[in-house]
């Protein structure tokens, strides 16, 4: 099945720092959308993208549509110990099912 | 109830037993999905309902069987569950195909 590929697998970072990661795929798509994963509970909706070039802020977070389609961007600033967790690109075309990425798995160390 | 739930939390079952994953959302959204998490391999799709009455195989979905009688319930079962069926299992629904996704809390299951 088609793939998404995320990076970094995982950060290790110290609070206060900032955080990039990207997701990017072979196929063109449509919509991207950015989910946070805390331990033990359901990936979280953070933003979600439906225009080439778009950028869009969620608090502290900061998502970008790529403006060849095929790929997306996430930025976290200023990280604190609650950004703990995995985040997930997914992507769509049209009304197509969603595609995960394997997740980046962020530690933010005091 | 609110959003979604799922039901048991966890459970461990052993290999051959039949067991049905409960998934209920009060959103009255349309669609809805069963995702397996395995560790490095992201969220894969096992099956989807556009509405109720209907469903779709996704990435995975041998081994597992749904139904959508209502738009509220969607269960996954596993007629004789086998050991690579140990995973998280997640249910999510969205208003419409291809809308954005809200998920459930999920259920871990392991089968010895």
């Known amino acids: 099945g088609q793939q998404l590929n995320q990076s970094p697998q995982s950060m290790f970072i110290q609070e206060g720092e900032d955080v990039s990661m990207n997701c990017t795929s072979s196929?063109?798509?449509?919509?991207w959308l950015w989910y946070k994963q805390d331990p033990g509970e359901g990936p979280v909706l953070l933003i979600a993208?439906?225009?080439?070039?778009e950028l869009t802020s969620n608090g502290r977070l900061t998502a970008q549509f790529g403006t060849t389609r095929k790929d997306s961007f996430l930025n976290i600033s200023a990280s604190i110990p609650s950004d703990v967790g995995i985040y997930f690109c997914?992507?769509?075309?049209?009304?197509?099912?969603?595609?995960f990425g394997t997740g980046t798995r962020l530690q933010v160390f005091p | 109830i609110a959003g979604i739930t799922q039901a048991p939390t966890s459970q461990i079952l052993a290999a051959g037993r039949r067991m049905t994953l409960r998934c209920t959302q009060d959103?009255?959204?349309?669609?809805m999905y069963w995702y397996r998490q395995d560790l490095g391999l992201g969220l894969r799709l096992i099956h989807y309902?556009?509405?109720?009455?209907?469903?779709g195989k996704g990435e995975v979905p041998d081994g597992y069987s749904v139904s959508r009688a209502n738009t509220d319930d969607f269960p996954l079962t596993l007629a004789s569950a086998v050991p690579s069926q140990t995973s998280v299992y997640f249910c999510?629904?969205?208003?419409?195909?291809?809308?954005?996704?809200?998920f459930g809390p999920g259920t871990r299951l392991t089968v010895l």
């Open positions: 959103m009255r959204h349309n669609a």
């Open positions: 309902s556009n509405t109720a009455g209907t469903t």
């Open positions: 999510a629904s969205s208003d419409s195909a291809g809308g954005e996704q809200f």
């Open positions: 196929s063109i798509f449509n919509t």
């Open positions: 993208l439906y225009k080439a070039g």
């Open positions: 997914a992507g769509r075309r049209n009304t197509d099912k969603l595609i």
